[in-house]
C-alpha cells in the first residue's frame, strides 16, 4: 500500500471513528413501542439462527413491514443470539453499521474526486487539505443529525444495512469505472464489476430503495467520469444491462409483494394526484432545508388537510431549482448532485404514498451521500483559491471557522435528537409538543402503563379518545381506546370508572376479553354477583388487553 493510499485509508477510518462515538451516546436507549415490538423485541422468527430463519427471512413479508427485507430479518437473529433482548446489542449494531458507512462515503467521495481531477485545485504539496476534504465528507454524512433515526431507531436497521452493501456496489463500480479507462480490461476490473452487481443484489435485500442506483451510476458516468461521450456512450449502457435487469426484478417483486398484502398506494379517491404533487414538492423542499438547517426534525411529520398554501409556494421553489439546474450549461456539478439527491427520494414521495407520513428524516439516509460530498468539495476549493489568490489569513479562517462550527452545530443537534430516541417517554412526547394526534397519545399511554404511570396513560388514552370522535373514525378505533383506557383505570384502582369504560366497549363490540376484565374490576368493587356473570360470558378470555 503506497502512503497516499494508507493516509485515504487512515482518514476513512477517524471518519468512522469519529461518527462511532458520537452515535455511542444511543446505546442508552430502550425498544421503542413503535415497530420495535413487531422488528425485534417480540418476533419470535428470530429467535434462533437456524434453517426455520432463512425460510422466514427470504420467504415472508410481514404484514408490519410489507416489504421483502430478508437481511434485515438475519442481521436481528444475529442480534438475538449474542444479546438477547437487551436493546444496548441492537442498537449497537445499527451504530456500527453507520460508523462503516461514513468510512465507506470518504472511499466513494475519493474515487469521485479522482475523476474530476479535483486534488490539483490545491496548491499545496502536502496531501493535508485534500484529506482534510474527504473527512469533512464523511463527516457532513455521518454527523448529521438527519441519520439519528436511522440509526437510534432499531427498526430502522434497514437504512444502515442497505447502507453499506449500495455505498460497497457504487464503490467498487468506481473502481471498476477507474480500471476501465485507464488501463485495459482485466481479471481485477471485471471482479470490481461483479463485486459491484453483487453488492447491489444485497442492498435491495435489505431495503429496495437502493433499486435507483443503476440510474445513479449513469448520472455519475455523465459527470463527474465523463464516460457518456458519443464514442463510449454505447458500450456504457450496455455495461449497465445486469444492473438494469437487477432493478426491474427488484421493482416488479416489490409490486407484487404490494399486492398481495392489499395494495402499496393510497387509492386515488382519497389521495388525488394534485395532492400527491404538491406533498412531493413540500418534502423535497423540507428534505434540502433539513440538510442545511436541521431544525424541526419530528419522529413523524404527518400529511397535513387540508394542504397549505405554503406547501404549494414550496414546490414551485423545488420546481424553479429544477429547471434552474437543467438549463445552466456552466457547471456540471450541480444538476449532478441535484440528481443523486432526489433519485433515492422518489421512491418515498407521495406519488407512491402508501402511508400518512409526509416525510422523514430517515428517507435521507442515501440521498444524502451524493450532496455531503459536493458540499465538502465546494467549502475546501472554496477555502484553497482564497488562499492562491491572496484573498487574506483573515478569509481563509473564517472559512475553516465556519466549517468547523457547522458540524460542531451538527454534532450538538445530533446529540438532542439521540436524546428524543431514548424511550417511548421522550419520542411521544417530542411528537405531543409539535404535532400531536390520536396514535401518539395511545401509544405513549400504552407505555404509561408498562411502566406503572397510570393516572398519566388515562389522561393520554383520553385525549386519543378525544381526537379519534372529534375526526370521526371508525367505531373499532373509539372502541379499543375505551378497552385500554379502562385496562389504565382498573390498574390505577379506579375500578368504577374502569367498568363504565369497559362497559361501554362492549355496548359496542362484545369482546369475551372485555367481559373477564370487567369482571376483575367488579369483583375488586365487591360486587360478586356481576363478575360472575361476566366471568362467565368470558369463558377462557383472559389475557391482556389487545388491539382488535
Same mark, same amino acid.
Given at each position: 500500500?503506497?502512503?497516499?493510499?494508507?493516509?485515504?485509508?487512515?482518514?476513512?477510518?477517524?471518519?468512522?471513528?469519529?461518527?462511532? #462515538?458520537?452515535?455511542?451516546?444511543?446505546?442508552?436507549?430502550?425498544?421503542?413501542?413503535?415497530?420495535?415490538?413487531?422488528?425485534?423485541?417480540?418476533?419470535?422468527?428470530?429467535?434462533?439462527?437456524?434453517?426455520?430463519?432463512? %425460510?422466514?427471512?427470504?420467504?415472508?413479508?410481514? %404484514?408490519?413491514?410489507?416489504?421483502?427485507?430478508?437481511?434485515?430479518?438475519?442481521?436481528?437473529?444475529?442480534?438475538?443470539?449474542?444479546?438477547?433482548?437487551?436493546?444496548?446489542?441492537?442498537?449497537?449494531?445499527?451504530?456500527?453499521?453507520?460508523?462503516?458507512?461514513?468510512?465507506?462515503?470518504?472511499?466513494?467521495?475519493? $474515487?469521485?474526486?479522482?475523476?474530476?481531477?479535483?486534488?490539483?485545485?490545491?496548491?499545496?504539496?502536502?496531501?493535508?487539505?485534500?484529506?482534510?476534504?474527504?473527512?469533512?465528507?464523511?463527516?457532513?454524512?455521518?454527523?448529521?443529525?438527519?441519520?439519528?433515526?436511522?440509526?437510534?431507531?432499531?427498526?430502522?436497521?434497514?437504512?444502515?444495512?442497505?447502507?453499506?452493501?449500495?455505498? @460497497?456496489?457504487?464503490?467498487?463500480?468506481?473502481?471498476?469505472?477507474?480500471?476501465?479507462?485507464?488501463?485495459?480490461?482485466?481479471?481485477?476490473?471485471?471482479?470490481?464489476?461483479?463485486?459491484?452487481?453483487?453488492?447491489?443484489?444485497?442492498?435491495?435485500?435489505?431495503?429496495?430503495?437502493?433499486?435507483?442506483?443503476?440510474?445513479?451510476?449513469?448520472?455519475?458516468?455523465?459527470?463527474?467520469?465523463?464516460?457518456?461521450?458519443? =464514442?463510449?456512450?454505447?458500450?456504457?449502457?450496455?455495461? *449497465?444491462?445486469?444492473?438494469?435487469?437487477?432493478?426491474? =426484478?427488484?421493482?416488479?417483486?416489490? #409490486?407484487?409483494?404490494?399486492?398481495?398484502? =392489499?395494495?402499496?398506494?393510497?387509492?386515488?379517491?382519497?389521495?388525488?394526484?394534485?395532492?400527491?404533487?404538491?406533498?412531493?414538492?413540500?418534502?423535497?423542499?423540507?428534505?434540502?432545508? #433539513?440538510? #442545511?438547517?436541521?431544525?424541526?426534525?419530528?419522529?413523524?411529520?404527518?400529511?397535513?388537510?387540508?394542504?397549505?398554501?405554503?406547501?404549494?409556494?414550496?414546490?414551485?421553489?423545488?420546481?424553479?431549482?429544477?429547471?434552474?439546474?437543467?438549463?445552466?450549461?456552466?457547471?456540471?456539478?450541480?444538476?449532478?448532485?441535484?440528481?443523486?439527491?432526489?433519485?433515492?427520494?422518489?421512491?418515498?414521495?407521495?406519488?407512491?404514498?402508501?402511508?400518512?407520513?409526509?416525510?422523514?428524516?430517515?428517507?435521507?439516509?442515501?440521498?444524502?451521500?451524493?450532496? @455531503?460530498?459536493?458540499?465538502?468539495?465546494?467549502?475546501?476549493?472554496?477555502?484553497?483559491?482564497?488562499?492562491?489568490?491572496?484573498?487574506?489569513?483573515?478569509?481563509?479562517?473564517?472559512?475553516?471557522?465556519?466549517?468547523?462550527?457547522?458540524?460542531?452545530?451538527?454534532?450538538?443537534?445530533?446529540?438532542?435528537?439521540?436524546?428524543?430516541?431514548?424511550?417511548?417517554?421522550?419520542?411521544?412526547? $417530542?411528537?405531543?409538543?409539535?404535532?400531536?394526534?390520536?396514535?401518539?397519545?395511545?401509544?405513549?399511554?400504552?407505555?404509561?402503563? %408498562?411502566?406503572?404511570?397510570?393516572?398519566?396513560?388515562?389522561?393520554?388514552?383520553?385525549?386519543?379518545?378525544?381526537?379519534?370522535?372529534?375526526?370521526?373514525?371508525?367505531?373499532?378505533?373509539?372502541?379499543?381506546?375505551?378497552?385500554?383506557?379502562?385496562?389504565?383505570?382498573?390498574?390505577?384502582?379506579?375500578?368504577?370508572?374502569?367498568?363504565?369504560?369497559?362497559?361501554?366497549?362492549?355496548?359496542?363490540?362484545?369482546?369475551?376479553?372485555?367481559?373477564?376484565?370487567? =369482571?376483575?374490576?367488579?369483583?375488586?368493587?365487591? *360486587?360478586?354477583?356481576?363478575?360472575?356473570?361476566?366471568? *362467565?360470558?368470558?369463558?377462557?378470555?383472559?389475557?391482556?388487553?389487545?388491539?382488535?
Amino acid at each position: 500500500m503506497n502512503n497516499s493510499r494508507k493516509q485515504i485509508i487512515i482518514t476513512s477510518a477517524v471518519a468512522g471513528l469519529i461518527t462511532l #462515538l458520537l452515535f455511542l451516546r444511543a446505546l442508552s436507549g430502550e425498544f421503542l413501542n413503535y415497530d420495535d415490538g413487531d422488528f425485534a423485541q417480540y418476533n419470535l422468527a428470530i429467535r434462533n439462527l437456524d434453517a426455520n430463519l432463512i %425460510s422466514y427471512a427470504f420467504t415472508s413479508i410481514p %404484514s408490519f413491514s410489507g416489504i421483502w427485507t430478508p437481511l434485515v430479518w438475519i442481521s436481528f437473529a444475529v442480534d438475538y443470539h449474542f444479546w438477547g433482548l437487551d436493546p444496548l446489542g441492537y442498537r449497537l449494531t445499527n451504530i456500527l453499521l453507520h460508523a462503516v458507512n461514513a468510512f465507506l462515503v470518504v472511499l466513494v467521495a475519493n $474515487r469521485l474526486y479522482m475523476a474530476k481531477s479535483v486534488k490539483p485545485f490545491f496548491s499545496s504539496d502536502s496531501n493535508f487539505p485534500y484529506l482534510g476534504m474527504l473527512l469533512l465528507a464523511g463527516l457532513l454524512f455521518g454527523i448529521h443529525p438527519l441519520r439519528v433515526e436511522s440509526v437510534a431507531w432499531i427498526s430502522e436497521r434497514k437504512d444502515v444495512l442497505n447502507g453499506v452493501f449500495a455505498l @460497497s456496489s457504487i464503490l467498487f463500480y468506481l473502481r471498476y469505472a477507474h480500471g476501465k479507462e485507464s488501463t485495459e480490461e482485466n481479471v481485477s476490473t471485471k471482479r470490481d464489476y461483479t463485486v459491484s452487481l453483487l453488492f447491489l443484489l444485497l442492498s435491495f435485500m435489505a431495503k429496495p430503495v437502493s433499486v435507483v442506483i443503476p440510474v445513479m451510476l449513469l448520472v455519475l458516468d455523465w459527470y463527474p467520469l465523463n464516460r457518456l461521450n458519443r =464514442g463510449t456512450i454505447r458500450s456504457v449502457l450496455i455495461e *449497465k444491462t445486469p444492473y438494469f435487469v437487477l432493478m426491474t =426484478g427488484m421493482i416488479t417483486l416489490t #409490486l407484487y409483494m404490494g399486492a398481495s398484502e =392489499g395494495g402499496l398506494l393510497v387509492p386515488t379517491e382519497f389521495f388525488s394526484f394534485g395532492q400527491r404533487f404538491i406533498t412531493s414538492g413540500n418534502a423535497l423542499f423540507e428534505y434540502m432545508r #433539513l440538510m #442545511l438547517y436541521p431544525v424541526g426534525i419530528l419522529p413523524i411529520h404527518l400529511l397535513t388537510t387540508p394542504i397549505p398554501v405554503s406547501h404549494t409556494v414550496k414546490t414551485v421553489i423545488i420546481i424553479f431549482i429544477c429547471i434552474y439546474f437543467c438549463i445552466t450549461r456552466k457547471r456540471s456539478w450541480p444538476l449532478a448532485t441535484w440528481l443523486c439527491f432526489i433519485m433515492p427520494i422518489l421512491p418515498v414521495l407521495a406519488f407512491f404514498q402508501t402511508n400518512t407520513v409526509a416525510f422523514a428524516a430517515r428517507y435521507t439516509y442515501l440521498p444524502s451521500v451524493m450532496p @455531503s460530498i459536493a458540499g465538502a468539495a465546494l467549502i475546501a476549493v472554496l477555502y484553497d483559491k482564497a488562499r492562491v489568490r491572496g484573498k487574506g489569513h483573515s478569509l481563509r479562517l473564517l472559512t475553516a471557522g465556519l466549517s468547523f462550527g457547522l458540524l460542531i452545530f451538527y454534532a450538538v443537534m445530533t446529540q438532542r435528537l439521540i436524546d428524543i430516541w431514548k424511550d417511548s417517554d421522550t419520542f411521544w412526547t $417530542r411528537q405531543i409538543t409539535h404535532q400531536p394526534f390520536d396514535k401518539a397519545y395511545f401509544l405513549r399511554g400504552g407505555y404509561y402503563v %408498562s411502566v406503572g404511570k397510570y393516572p398519566a396513560a388515562v389522561d393520554d388514552f383520553t385525549s386519543c379518545l378525544d381526537i379519534i370522535l372529534q375526526e370521526k373514525m371508525p367505531q373499532s378505533f373509539i372502541v379499543n381506546v375505551l378497552a385500554f383506557r379502562g385496562d389504565a383505570l382498573a390498574k390505577g384502582g379506579r375500578y368504577e370508572d374502569a367498568v363504565k369504560d369497559f362497559s361501554a366497549a362492549i355496548a359496542m363490540i362484545p369482546q369475551p376479553v372485555y367481559y373477564y376484565h370487567r =369482571g376483575v374490576a367488579l369483583k375488586a368493587l365487591g *360486587k360478586l354477583g356481576d363478575a360472575e356473570g361476566d366471568f *362467565k360470558i368470558a369463558g377462557e378470555a383472559k389475557g391482556i388487553i389487545r388491539w382488535f
